[in-house]
Each structure stands twice: as structure tokens, then as C-alpha cells.
């Protein structure tokens, strides 16, 4: 299983440009080929997980088949495959689950909204986390997850926590969560302010084509 998640990461390397495109298809093949044999289902969920960086075509039906599985692991790791796509054609699907009887898939829909900056999965969430009888690693994928989406409802239900916990460990979590939802809202601040300059830069483009003209 440690072999399909190393090659997982090749596979991202491939989809940012660091790896040759055919090294890339043979890696995706050998782990499309163990989805589909009869090999130990946990090692094949790990090769599905692993994929779920690749855009190739059949990835779509490949995850979606194993999303309506009725086996609370094949659908987390569809949702697993999910959010590492980066692909926000998965939203509803990941937001479906987030409110599943089974802890495995809420934690792993969790993370997937996290994953693909879900805006419309922020109050579910909080949602969840009011419930004390929550899971404690879906509490955690559930907050990770909104300081990654980022919202001012997501800021003050971490500073709240905060406020009212002693335990370390959990105060270190929480800073981390907010150091990273600092982080994620500075960073689409910038690309706004990024498109707003291409914009601009558009307009002067045309200004001056009409100029040109005339």
C-alpha cells in the first residue's frame, strides 16, 4: 500500500510538469490496472486515492463508480480521489456525504471540502462540529477544512476554541488552523488582486487597438 501512495505522488508530479508525460501514463496505467484486478481492496482503494491527482478522462467514471459503492471505504476513498482532483465538479457529491451516518465517510467528505474550497460546506460543518458526540478526527478534518475555505463564521469558531481550551496540543491545532486560514485568505486576496491587473492591463489593450483603428 506504501508503493501506491509513493506512486500517488508521481502522479502529482506529472500533473505539475515534473515528471515526462510518458513515465507519467505508465505509472497511471499500473495503478489503473490494480483498481480493476482482484487484488486486496485495501490496496486498491490506496491505488484510487493515489489516481485521484490525474486528469485523465476515465478517472471521472472510475471515481464515480466507486463512490456509489455501498462500502463506507470505497466511498471515502472516492472522496479521497475527490478532493485531491482539485476538480469542483465533485462539490455536491462531497457535500452529500458530509452529514453520512458513517464517521469514516464524513471525515474523509470533510477533508474533500477542504480540499476543493467548498464555500456552500462551511455551514454544515459548523453544523457538525456543535455536535459533542462528533467523531474527534472528523472534529479535526472539519476544522482544518474551514481554515482552508476560509469566512469570518470559520475565524470565530476557532478563536472561540481557543478560548475556552487549556489542553496544548489542541491550542497548537487550533493556531495552525489559523495561521493557514490567514494564509488562504492573503493568498486569494492576491490572485484577485492578480486578475483585477490583468484586467486593466486588458482594457489599456483594447483602449489602444481602438486608438489605432481611428
Same mark, same amino acid.
Given at each position: ?18 515528471? +515526462? =508525460?510518458?513515465? &507519467? &501514463? ?74 453520512? #451516518? ?6 474523509? =467528505? ?42 469570518? +463564521? ?41 486578475? #483585477?491587473? #490583468? ?12 486608438? #489605432?483603428?481611428?
Amino acid at each position: 500500500m506504501e508503493a501506491a501512495n509513493i506512486l500517488g505522488e508521481f502522479v502529482l508530479l506529472g500533473e505539475l510538469e515534473e515528471l +515526462d =508525460a510518458h513515465t &507519467q &501514463q505508465e505509472i497511471e496505467d499500473a495503478l489503473i490496472s490494480v483498481i480493476r484486478s482482484e487484488d486486496n481492496p485495501a490496496l486498491r482503494r490506496k491505488a484510487l486515492e493515489s489516481l485521484g491527482y490525474s486528469s485523465r478522462e476515465e478517472m471521472m467514471n472510475i471515481i464515480e463508480s466507486a463512490y456509489q459503492r455501498s462500502d463506507a471505504n470505497w466511498v471515502a476513498s472516492a472522496l479521497k480521489a475527490m478532493g485531491r482532483s482539485h476538480d469542483n465538479v465533485w462539490n455536491e457529491n462531497v457535500i452529500s456525504k458530509l452529514l453520512d #451516518d458513517d464517521p469514516r465517510v464524513r471525515y474523509a =467528505a470533510a477533508q474533500a471540502a477542504g480540499e476543493l474550497e467548498i464555500e456552500q460546506a462551511s455551514p454544515i460543518m459548523l453544523q457538525m462540529l456543535e455536535d459533542e458526540e462528533e467523531d474527534d478526527d472528523v472534529v479535526s478534518a472539519a476544522i482544518w477544512s474551514l481554515s482552508q475555505i476560509g469566512g469570518e +463564521d470559520a475565524r470565530v469558531y476557532i478563536l472561540n476554541l481557543l478560548e475556552n481550551t487549556d489542553d496544548e496540543e489542541t491550542i497548537a491545532f487550533l493556531e495552525d488552523a489559523l495561521e493557514n486560514l490567514d494564509f488562504n485568505e492573503e493568498l486569494n486576496e492576491f490572485e484577485l488582486l492578480d486578475l #483585477d491587473e #490583468d484586467d486593466f492591463e486588458m482594457d489599456d489593450e483594447e483602449e489602444f487597438e481602438q486608438d #489605432d483603428d481611428n
